[in-house]
């Protein structure tokens, strides 16, 4: 496959996994905002997307699908016709902007990722008030409990963790440097000025102050992973961030598609497997390591096999720990986010009460039987 670079201006489409179809187009309408509290005005996202589609698509039914904590998701349906909106919740801010979302998506795709078919951006001000990217609608579920509960779901789970392994290769293939703005990526190479172990500590010692919350667990493990750094990895890859079934469309038979890419960075792809691990995804399933569906073994020969080189375990298990650090900061700043009254919210006030959990697997990590 040919290098390309994936810019503001331009998104492959022609290269989406077989079963989905991509169209793309673009407005230059900028109506100013529409924000308000029941969502994006309906007749401005029909607009766009009669745009994008080229044709009227009809008369639009918004409704929210619940579950995403940082961005809003909307199904947008005409008919028989099924869109997914997903933008940036009024007041809110994510780690990412929304727009370089849209380009790790494009190259994605490009790469063989299962993901949802691209429609079109708007940015801030645009159709949807606020930035929002469309995209078709891929039927399944990303609730664990269900995929890993429900007899619905028995035979997407005797495929993976081999089918999660070769989705994370296919990830990984992707080559920082042709996504402009990604963090950590450009032209710097490993053994250069950016380390991901390192810039990993510095972002999350970051965030923690950013909250203010005295956090003593995370903080001793902070410190006790910069004291062990693993080496810089053989090269740096696109690291999707969240990669973990909340973010995985599963259908019947498996793996349909990967969402959610806010936490895209140019890393160490180490990273993605060992967050997929963390025990937080297993849901109880504690003796099966891989989000509890399977064996780390199996992962790892998939992973393998399609191309990804095989990660030593004490990198996987510095992830791990530096995974938990990661997931009890986010935990603590969606809940301070509820506490400010900058985005009151139910949900974001139960993750506050989840910040114990990875503070527990990461004392475990680092500190019992001598481990560390």
Request: charge should be negative; hydrophobic fraction near 45%; proline fraction near 8%.
């Amino acid at each position: 496959m040919s290098e390309r670079r994936f810019s503001d201006e331009e998104l492959p489409g022609a290269r989406i996994p077989e079963r989905q179809s991509s169209c793309q187009g673009s407005s230059d309408r900028r109506p100013g905002s529409n924000v308000a509290a029941e969502g994006p005005n309906a007749g401005w996202v029909e607009a766009a997307l009669a745009d994008a589609l080229g044709r009227d698509p009809g008369p639009l039914e918004l409704s929210v699908i619940e579950g995403g904590a940082s961005r809003e998701t909307w199904l947008i349906q005409a008919g028989d016709e099924r869109w997914v909106l997903r933008r940036d919740p009024p007041g809110g801010e994510s780690f990412n902007p929304l727009e370089l979302e849209w380009r790790v998506l494009g190259a994605a795709a490009a790469a063989g990722v299962a993901v949802a078919p691209l429609i079109l951006f708007e940015p801030p001000g645009g159709a949807f008030g606020t930035a929002g990217l469309v995209s078709g609608f891929v039927a399944g579920t990303s609730v664990a409990p269900r995929i890993l509960r429900r007899d619905a779901f028995a035979a997407a789970r005797a495929r993976p963790p081999g089918e999660l392994g070769e989705a994370l290769a296919r990830v990984h293939s992707v080559k920082p440097a042709l996504i402009q703005g990604l963090p950590g990526g450009g032209e710097r190479a490993v053994g250069g000025d950016h380390d991901p172990a390192i810039a990993a500590c510095e972002l999350w010692e970051r965030e923690l102050d950013a909250v203010g919350e005295p956090l003593p667990a995370v903080e001793a493990g902070l410190r006790r992973l910069r004291l062990a750094l693993p080496s810089p990895p053989p090269r740096l890859a696109l690291v999707h961030g969240d990669f973990r079934l909340g973010n995985l469309i599963i259908d019947e038979p498996g793996l349909a598609a990967v969402i959610d890419w806010e936490l895209a960075h140019a890393g160490d792809p180490a990273e993605d497997i060992a967050w997929l691990c963390i025990r937080s995804w297993r849901f109880g399933n504690d003796e099966l390591p891989v989000a509890g569906l399977g064996e780390l073994e199996a992962l790892l020969g998939a992973y393998e096999k399609a191309g990804g080189l095989r990660p030593e375990r004490e990198r996987l298990r510095w992830w791990e720990a530096m995974g938990n650090v990661k997931w009890a900061v986010i935990c603590a700043r969606q809940a301070h986010d509820h506490l400010t009254g900058r985005r009151p919210s139910a949900e974001l006030a139960s993750l506050g009460r989840r910040i114990c959990e990875p503070e527990w697997h990461l004392l475990e990590l680092l500190f019992a039987d001598g481990a560390g």
